[in-house]
């Protein structure tokens, strides 16, 4: 079955500097999530992506925050000069063209310090 | 807007019973969609069950089954014959092609 695949599992990262997380979708999907979830609590909406652009972001999504299709496959998410408080697990999703599920990728756990 | 509330943060249940998670939701959008997650102590989310706010019958992934009452805005979880491998946290969302919203969960513990 296919699957979303985030890459790397782990990162940890100074704070100030940037990072760049990594996800390949669902070959197939046409929409493109980003999702955070803080240690012990739930899981918060970051964005979303569609035909090459933003389609809707949440007020965490603010200006250290940006995604990238640079190419057919991949979806990346950057975060500018981090934060101890950006210390979260990062989860990619893919979903096809009409409302359905939402497929999750396994997660990016990143540890600023 | 839209609000997920499951008002169960932790769930006990005995292997081989069935049990149910509760969720209720409010949402503005005439047209949404409920699901549910899980998500075990190694951190994935596994998608489970979907329901669609204009499908007249309930939904069933093999041993889970979706218990939609639109006027009482609720859209409980029912896993049957319980097994050790239920054990995680499950979460209930809604929402549409752009975003999804999540409850805060519920932790499930089956018992041998």
């Known amino acids: 079955e296919p699957e979303v695949t985030q890459t790397p599992s782990h990162q940890v990262t100074q704070m100030g500097q940037e990072v760049i997380l990594r996800c390949v979708p669902i070959?197939?999907?046409?929409?493109f999530y980003w999702y955070r979830q803080i240690l012990g609590q739930k899981v918060e909406f970051l964005v979303s992506f569609y035909n090459n652009e933003i389609s809707e972001k949440s007020e965490i999504f603010d200006d250290q925050f940006s995604v990238e299709r640079p190419d057919g496959s991949n979806f990346t998410l950057k975060i500018r000069s981090t934060k101890l408080e950006d210390s979260a697990m990062y989860f990619c999703?893919?979903?096809?063209?009409?409302?359905?599920?939402?497929?999750f990728g396994d997660g990016t756990r990143l540890s600023i310090l | 807007a839209q609000k997920i509330t499951q008002t169960q943060p932790g769930m006990f249940v005995q292997e081989k019973e069935a049990v149910t998670l509760d969720c209720t939701y409010d949402?503005?959008?005439?047209?949404?969609?409920l699901f549910w997650y899980k998500q075990p102590s190694s951190g994935e989310m596994i998608f489970l069950i979907y329901q669609g706010s204009y499908d007249e019958q309930n939904a069933t992934e093999g041993r889970y089954s979706l218990n939609f009452q639109k006027a009482r805005k609720s859209a409980n979880l029912v896993i049957s014959a319980s097994q050790l491998g239920d054990s995680a946290m499950y979460f209930c969302a809604t929402g549409s092609a752009r975003q999804l919203t999540f409850g805060s969960g519920t932790q499930l513990t089956v018992l041998p």
């Open positions: 070959s197939n999907h046409l929409y």
């Open positions: 999703a893919s979903s096809p063209p009409l409302d359905q599920p939402q497929h």
């Open positions: 949402t503005s959008d005439q047209s949404y969609g």
